[in-house]
């Protein structure tokens, strides 16, 4: 394995890690890719040894770690050559409640995410006619008689078919009525299994990479009061607070990535053999790998920086967008540049690269776009003109 500056950050947890995925190897990914398929069996166990609790604190069943022990559990699963894409919801969605939830909702649903008997894998923001533009969201919740009636629009929304939980942001006062366009919306829990065929109905979206994700169509869909997180009209604050939580897990995912792909090219490189010698002795092609890595480790400093002022409850919003980028950039270069090393190879299934090349593709667009974190650096750290 490569040695990294930051091998040491939470050694145990690698280990665990590590060893929990030995038992999914490269060709049980390969074959859930091939097949649409959920990674079923590698999330039960990931589930049954707790990881995915890894942020519930102890009075609730979970191991009260804080987002940088989180990180490195997503981390090690890119870097074992799974996708933690799959699971990844479970921790940030149950940030959001943990930090923002009633204490009633925490006894209700905290020990059982703990216990890995429920799963709050979804978030449901965006929406086909406003996109990234998400204080225009049209999803309505009209609060009428101890309830609240849903009625809208959302798409891409990942993992419903593999939840019970979904957190919601809806707008409970109309735009045209609220001093500030980040007022007037909140934030729910849907249970889903209730919800389906009760008023949601959700619709697959097949894509580039096997990431279970939805078209929903909300039609007079009833949510109990207290299911609202927190106070009415604030859920546009308390699911940034989420967004940086997922931004920060992402970031280590594409740290995760991009070592993958520098450990398989530098492998490959080593051993094939052109013009009678390895093809890694050609500085044509070190080179580049040497690049790639030092952007991930660049990264990496970011993604602890992010955790560090997210675990010290500290603003982290320009760290978190930052890291994002800079480890989605990273792990993108890593990947190109391993399927430049392996040639033709890096096409064939076998090799895992074009799946992996799929899956580290999709950071540049999700959660939050390139461009929109360079117009958050330039507006909110450099006093630039807002440019929208
Ligand atoms: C596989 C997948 C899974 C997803 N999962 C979820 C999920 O679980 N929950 C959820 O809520 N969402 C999810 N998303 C949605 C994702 O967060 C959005 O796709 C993303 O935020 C971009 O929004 P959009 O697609 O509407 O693009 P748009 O907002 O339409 O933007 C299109 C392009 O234009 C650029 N652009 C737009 N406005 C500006 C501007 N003012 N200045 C410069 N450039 C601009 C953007 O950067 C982007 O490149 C998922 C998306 C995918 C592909």
């Known amino acids: 394995m490569l040695n990294t500056p930051d091998e040491h950050e939470h050694q145990e947890i690698r280990d665990a890690i590590r060893s929990l995925c030995t038992q999914f190897p490269d060709e049980y990914f390969r074959k859930i890719d091939e097949q649409r398929a959920y990674p079923e069996a590698f999330v039960d166990v990931l589930m049954g040894a707790g990881w995915l609790s890894a942020m519930i604190p102890e009075e609730y069943g979970g191991s009260g770690l804080g987002l940088t022990a989180a990180s490195v559990i997503m981390e090690e699963i890119n870097r074992s050559g799974g996708n933690s894409g ?19 909702q925490k ?8 216990a890995g008997k429920l799963r709050i894998q979804s978030m449901a923001v965006t929406e086909p006619t406003t996109g990234t533009d998400t204080t225009k969201i049209k999803t309505s919740a009209v609060k009428k008689d101890g309830r609240y009636l849903v009625n809208g629009q959302k798409v891409w929304i990942s993992r419903v078919q593999h939840s019970d939980l979904m957190i919601l942001l809806a707008r409970t006062t109309p735009l045209s009525e609220v001093k500030k366009k ?79 792909f520098i450990e398989r090219a530098t492998k490959y490189a080593n051993e094939r053999i052109v013009f009678d010698r390895p093809i890694g002795k050609n500085q044509g092609v070190q080179f580049p790998i040497a690049d790639a890595f030092i952007e991930i480790e660049a990264a990496n400093l ?55 090349f799929r899956e580290t ?22 006093g630039l003109p807002r440019s929208f």
């Open 302 to 356: 970011m993604r602890f920086k992010a955790c560090e002022l997210f675990d010290a409850q500290q603003p982290c919003g320009a760290q978190a967008n930052m890291a994002k980028y800079l480890a989605a950039k990273a792990s993108w270069e890593a990947a190109n540049v391993c399927m430049q090393t392996h040639g033709g190879f890096g096409f064939a299934n076998e090799y895992d690269i074009e799946r992996k």
């Open 361 to 382: 593709r999709l950071y540049q667009v999700a959660p939050i776009s390139t461009n929109l974190i360079f117009s958050y650096v330039a507006e909110h750290l450099l």
């Open 86 to 104: 799959a699971v990844h919801g479970q921790m940030y969605n149950m940030s959001t409640l943990l930090r923002n939830g009633s204490k009633a």
């Open 182 to 260: 980040s007022e007037g919306m909140s934030i729910f829990i849907v249970d889903l299994h209730a919800a389906i065929g009760n008023g949601l109905t959700v619709r697959p979206i097949p894509n580039l990479v096997n990431h279970e994700t939805n078209e929903l169509f909300f039609d007079n869909l009833e949510i109990p009061e207290e299911n609202l997180i927190g106070e009415e009209g604030k859920g546009f604050k308390y699911i940034l607070d989420g967004l940086n939580a997922e931004r920060t897990l992402i970031a280590a995912e594409c740290i995760g990535d991009g070592y993958w």
């Open 107 to 114: 006894d209700k649903y905290l020990p059982a995410i703990a």
